[in-house]
């Protein structure tokens, strides 16, 4: 895996707030037994360090299963939607001038017409579709379009949260229960007073999940990235025309 920017924020942070949980229970299960603590805790957290790198690479697996079905829930992508001319979301004139550079940039393209867009709607947004990716294409530069990365970024780390969020949500009661029922029949192990600890911040996990990792940031912070990329266009026209 490479450890850019993009991977440490986009992939690696989702994986890292997954894992808290597992991090949480071994740790306080290591400290609880006190045997050899300093070497044990060492390894224990390595061993969840690789797992976190493979989360890392699940977690933009979830991210884009679920954008996907956002995607067909929102009736396109935002990139897509943007383009479109019946689109109320996206500057009409701002629009008009961005498909006007498209075509002129990518001229192997034909511009779908508002009428082809009515008769043929799956084959216009394909179109823009291959429009969107040729001009990703051109701005893959993280210098010249440091902007635009930072929005991807953004994009792609609330998309993975997202995508894991189910599964997360599941792996919080799992621990709830186990850490409540050790408190009830292994008090050895599990005092109350632990229980009460661990499972008040698996309890606010949970409702970080359910009340910041929503539909509408998701697609909030997409339509941010999309009206950005689109925005690129009027930076490259000089360059590219």
């Not at 997360?168 to 192990?189: G, K, Q, R």
């Amino acid at each position: 895996m490479k450890f850019d920017t993009y991977t440490l924020q986009a992939r690696v942070l989702p994986a890292v707030i997954f894992m808290l949980p597992f991090f949480l229970e071994t740790n306080y299960l290591i400290a609880l037994f006190d045997y050899q603590i300093a070497i044990s805790t060492t390894i224990a957290n390595l061993i969840l360090f690789m797992f976190l790198m493979l989360f890392a690479n699940w977690a933009r697996y979830f991210g884009r299963k679920q954008e996907k079905k956002l995607f067909a829930k929102w009736n396109g992508a935002p990139t897509t939607r943007f383009l479109r001319s019946d689109n109320t979301e996206y500057n009409t004139y701002q629009r008009n001038e961005v498909k006007k550079y498209l075509k002129m940039m990518f001229n192997n393209i034909k511009m779908p017409t508002e009428k082809e867009e009515k008769e043929n709607r799956l084959e216009s947004d394909k179109k823009y579709e291959a429009y969107i990716s040729n001009l990703r294409t051109l701005t893959r530069d993280t210098k010249k379009f440091a902007l635009l990365q930072i929005e991807n970024r953004n994009y792609g780390m609330w998309r993975n949260l997202y995508g894991l969020k189910v599964v997360s949500i599941i792996v919080v009661i799992v621990f709830v229960l186990l850490n409540s029922l050790l408190a009830i029949f292994l008090p050895s192990i599990m005092s109350l007073a632990n229980c009460v600890i661990l499972n008040s911040l698996m309890i606010v996990l949970s409702l970080i999940w359910c009340s910041v990792v929503t539909q509408s940031k998701i697609k909030d912070v997409a339509e941010c990235y999309a009206k950005q990329l689109l925005d690129t266009v009027i930076i490259l026209k000089d360059k590219t025309l």
